[in-house]
């Protein structure tokens, strides 16, 4: 019915959020009275989102102007962000910026290179753009999930690990258990999401394609290729990741350099 | 007599906590030394500088006359075994154990081989044992069979009787100088029961704050005691 009332589609979508926001907050305030506290968090998130949305909206139509160097500048300052917040994630560990940047960076950046230049990506920044900043999304979750993971398992396994090292085994090969239960354990959503693929879930490009007028099969095979790519992508930035991780986590004369979160743990 | 260790003045400082300060010994071949003192004095620290676990911050250790450091890690900690005070054993069964450490530089221990080492530490028939409900003495004794079974030249053991009641001590006491004794093995002993360092030891080094307050033969150890106590 918003649509009759409004001719601009600019206002339309304006109008559309304000509805949006203020049902969200009548739930949000509902979920208050029943002692669900979040209703302080909740209100910054969606004003957060909100600025964040369409200040992005508005860079993008820039760079959907622009050539094709301004969807690269604006893809590698997300691949910049996503490193942050992948990084948070094992802040205790020296150096954590640049293993998170080197995974998401190269995972991500190597696929989304080969495939634009297959032709897979279409070069155009409204296909760069959306597609690379999916991949970056991924590669940063897959990442996270990785690193986090790697970081307490040696953390709790602390003491298995010294023993490893002090029977004279290399710090890579005493890690390897460890790295390889990691990279396995992070990649299971990206594996839940493959198999339910369209069954349990019709994803964000694919209904936005069909939104836009795309025929549905010819969206469903594009949604395929980018959850395809997705996976790839979680593998190899994860892969570069937590391997990076795991040499850091140690000196060159194999010795486990993590400082335990309390300190004095030998003394018993 | 050959020299195994020669150590000087070393020290380990971690954030701004001097845990070692300038230890000097040197560990003869086929000696037993054992290192005593209070709770927090630094033993289990100087053991792990010994197998390099750890790196120090000062000073110098030479293993039979070489720089320490110039000797590749995992040769080095593979001919300086250590036994941790609380032992940390690997998932599966006690042979898994004591198989781990060879068969990561692709040496397969037969199974005589792994009960012979068994029987050493008297723990025969436990090769198929789960690690999971062994008593704490026993998981004390796998860990010193798995490193045993690296052939090391000298064994470095963290209170290895502290989960045992005065009669199992004394057995494993004894089979511990059986071992030494066939092995040919230098010993440094750690525990803080000073009438066990007297039994075994031919020598005493006792640790206070981190610094040495007394090394010499176990007979004049027997004065040291009060100061050790406090
Ligand atoms: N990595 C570390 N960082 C900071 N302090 C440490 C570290 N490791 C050990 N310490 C501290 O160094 C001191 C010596 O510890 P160590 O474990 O060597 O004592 P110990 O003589 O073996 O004691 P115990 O008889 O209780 O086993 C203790 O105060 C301990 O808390
Ligand atoms: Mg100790």
Redo the contacts with the bound molecule.
């Keep these: 019915m918003l649509s009759h009332l409004f001719s601009s589609e600019l206002s339309l979508r304006l109008v559309q959020a304000l509805l949006t926001l203020t049902f969200t907050l009548v739930v949000l305030f509902w979920a208050q009275k029943k002692r669900i506290n979040l209703f302080q968090e909740g209100l910054q998130a969606l004003l957060r989102g909100l600025a964040q949305v369409v200040a992005i909206g508005s860079v993008l139509l820039l760079v959907f102007r622009g050539s094709i160097w301004g969807s690269i500048l604006l893809l590698f300052f997300m691949i910049l962000v996503a490193s942050r917040v992948t990084a948070r994630r094992i802040r205790r560990v020296e150096g954590s910026f640049a293993i998170a940047f080197l995974g998401i960076a190269l995972g991500g950046g190597l696929v989304t290179f080969l495939m634009t230049w297959m032709g897979v990506i279409d070069s155009h920044p409204t296909s760069l753009v959306p597609v690379g900043s999916m991949i970056i999304a991924n590669a940063m979750n897959t990442c996270s999930l990785a690193l986090e993971r790697l970081l307490s398992e040696v953390e709790t396994q602390r003491s298995l690990i010294e023993a490893g090292l002090s029977l004279g085994v290399p710090a890579p090969k005493v890690i390897a258990p460890y790295l390889e239960r990691a990279l396995t354990a992070s990649l299971i959503p990206r594996i839940d999401s493959l198999r339910s693929l369209g069954i349990v879930w019709i994803p964000g490009l694919m209904a936005g394609m069909i939104l836009a007028g795309t025929s549905p099969v010819s969206s469903a095979l594009y949604q395929f290729v980018v959850i395809a790519m997705i996976f790839s992508v979680s593998i190899l930035s994860a892969f570069i990741s937590a391997r990076f991780l795991s040499v850091r986590l140690f000196s060159p004369a194999h010795q486990l350099l993590l400082?335990p979160p309390e300190?004095?743990?030998?003394?018993? | 007599m050959q020299t195994v260790f020669d150590i000087r003045n070393l020290t380990r400082v971690?954030?701004g906590?001097v845990?070692l300060d300038g230890i000097s010994v040197s560990i003869k071949s086929g000696e037993i030394l054992a290192v005593v003192?209070p709770?927090?004095?630094?033993?289990?620290?100087f053991l792990r500088l010994l197998n390099r676990l750890d790196e120090p911050t000062g000073g110098e250790v030479f293993f039979q006359g070489k720089d320490y450091r110039t000797i590749p890690t995992p040769f080095l900690r593979q001919k300086v075994g250590l036994v941790f005070?609380k032992p940390a054993l690997f998932p599966g069964t006690v042979a898994d154990n004591i198989r781990w450490g060879p068969s990561q530089r692709g040496e397969e221990m037969t199974n005589s081989q792994v009960e012979s080492l068994l029987t050493q530490v008297g723990l025969v028939g436990f090769a198929e044992r789960k690690i999971d409900n062994l008593s704490g003495g026993e998981a004390q004794r796998v860990a010193l069979a798995r490193t045993l079974a690296n052939s090391p030249e000298i064994l470095l053991l963290d209170e290895p009787t502290s989960a045992l009641d005065e009669e199992k001590e004394r057995e494993i006491e004894r089979l511990l100088l059986t071992t030494i004794d066939q092995r040919r093995l230098t010993l440094v002993l750690v525990t803080?029961n000073l009438a066990q360092a007297r039994r075994l030891a031919t020598r005493v080094m006792v640790?206070n704050h981190g610094k040495i307050t007394f090394l010499g033969p176990k007979e004049e150890a027997l004065h040291v005691k009060p100061s050790f106590l406090q």
């Design positions: 400082l300190k004095k743990p030998f003394s018993e | 971690v954030d906590e845990l003192g709770s927090g004095s630094g033993k289990t620290s005070q803080h640790l």
